[in-house]
Each structure stands twice: as structure tokens, then as C-alpha cells.
């Protein structure tokens, strides 16, 4: 899972592994060691929650938890839906920006960046689903 953050937006992508992994386990998490210690670990994970009514966001105990209702995580991975955008009020600064994304391949990609979880690219054609995605990068200020 590959995590951007700029300003008040976050962005997570997932490779086809994680996505069936989330569809199995209903979580993924990933971590950065900054440091010796797990003092200095900083972790990120993506939940699916039966409670939850909306996409929500929470930083506690150097843990960034993203939080999915059920029912929109499962439409995202059984449809050839690209992304799940959301907003969240963070009260007197404003708004975060939330969104998770299918991971595809590049066409630039760097050579030592492997791309063999990546979801195929969908033909020219039939880019429905990712100028939808496109705009909601964009939207989300990605």
C-alpha cells in the first residue's frame, strides 16, 4: 500500500494483493521505521468497519487509521470502481481530504519499481472509470 500525503489530503493506493488481501482480512497496514526503536515507527492502515457510516480518518499513538464503511468497500473492490473519495471536517482548519485508489500500472514507471501488483491499465477507450479517478486526484488536491 503506498501512502501520499500533501497538506490536508491523504492517498492511499493498493496493489492487487492488498485488495484481495482487505477483501479477506479486512485490514492492511504498513509501517516506516524512522529510527532504532518502535518509538520511531510511524504505521498506516486501511480498515473496513461494519459501524461506520462514512470514510473517516483518525491519527492517534503514531498510527494513521483510514476507516471504510462495509458496504463501500465492497462495491470498490467487486466493480471496476478505480476510487473511493471523501471529505472530513477537521474542525477550525478546515477539511481532510481522503482517497483510496486502485493501483495501476505506470507507464513511466522507474526500472527498479516493480509493477507486477498493479491492477492492468484499462484500455484507451474505456477510461470511464479512471477520468473519474482523475478528477477526484484532482478534487482531493493530489
Not at 65 to 79: A, D, G, L, S
Not at 107 to 122: G, K, L, N, V, Y
Request: negative net charge; contains cysteine.
Amino acid at each position: 500500500m503506498k501512502l501520499r500525503i500533501k497538506g490536508n489530503s491523504i492517498r492511499l493506493r493498493l496493489g492487487q494483493s492488498e485488495v484481495e488481501r482487505l477483501a479477506i482480512t479486512g485490514i492492511i497496514e504498513e509501517s516506516t521505521m524512522f529510527g532504532p526503536s518502535s518509538a520511531h515507527r510511524f504505521g498506516y492502515a486501511l480498515c473496513v468497519c461494519l459501524g461506520e457510516e462514512h470514510v473517516s480518518a483518525s491519527f492517534a499513538n503514531r498510527l494513521l487509521m483510514v476507516r471504510v464503511p462495509i458496504n463501500v468497500i465492497h462495491q470498490w473492490i467487486t466493480t471496476d470502481q478505480v476510487s473511493i473519495h471523501a471529505v472530513q471536517g477537521t474542525g477550525e482548519d478546515g477539511e481532510l481530504r481522503i482517497l483510496i485508489e486502485k493501483d495501476f500500472e505506470c507507464i513511466d514507471a522507474p526500472p527498479d519499481e516493480s509493477q507486477e501488483d498493479a491492477f492492468p491499465r484499462p484500455q484507451f477507450g474505456a477510461c470511464v472509470s479512471s477520468e473519474s479517478s482523475a478528477a477526484a486526484v484532482n478534487q482531493a488536491g493530489l
